[in-house]
């Protein structure tokens, strides 16, 4: 948006600047006219009998302002195409820069999904070894129950021992 403000306010010359040669050719066409009206009442108070003002002149002015009025009208076009060839070339930019966007935008989604799959993959790998480690302490855990269950089990055989103290209590 300051972008925008700030070409405006930087071209705002140039656009002023290029309406000077119409806006002059208009004066030249204003003068020309009030020219023609001026002969048009000379002429008919120098001949106040004939009804017919003298077109030599008036059609010389007329001519004039006829030749101004078509420069102008070129200028306004030339204006015109001008604005309009500006305003498809913003288009156009406008169009280059959204496509690219939507570019780096479709690049940065799959990049996600990419960070996404293999963020989710070392979690199934992390998951899987605290399994098995769970799974392997269980065991352990069973293995060492049963064993020392077995071993109770057995009858303690009775130890002969070599101190006479102890071999009466028995």
């Not at 008036?58 to 195409?81: G, S």
């Amino acid at each position: 948006m300051k972008t925008i403000i700030f070409l405006w306010a930087f071209l705002l010359p140039f656009q002023i600047y290029a309406q000077a040669p119409v806006e002059n050719l208009l004066q030249e066409r204003a003068s020309l006219l009030s020219q023609l009206r001026q002969s048009h009442r000379s002429t008919f108070a120098l001949v106040s009998d004939e009804m017919e003002p003298n077109s030599s002149f008036a059609d010389q002015v007329a001519l004039k302002i006829i030749e101004k009025d078509n420069a102008i009208i070129q200028k306004l076009q030339l204006n015109d195409r001008i604005d309009h060839s500006s305003i498809l070339s913003e288009n156009e930019q406008y169009k280059t820069i959204t496509l690219s966007q939507e570019q780096d935008i479709q690049k940065l989604k799959n990049a996600l999904a990419q960070k996404g799959y293999e963020v989710h993959a070392s979690q199934l790998e992390k998951r899987k070894f605290e399994l098995a480690t769970l799974i392997f302490f269980i065991g352990m855990i069973i293995f060492g129950w049963l064993f020392v269950k077995d071993k109770m089990a057995f009858d303690m055989p009775k130890l002969t021992s070599l101190i006479p103290i102890f071999a009466e209590k028995e």
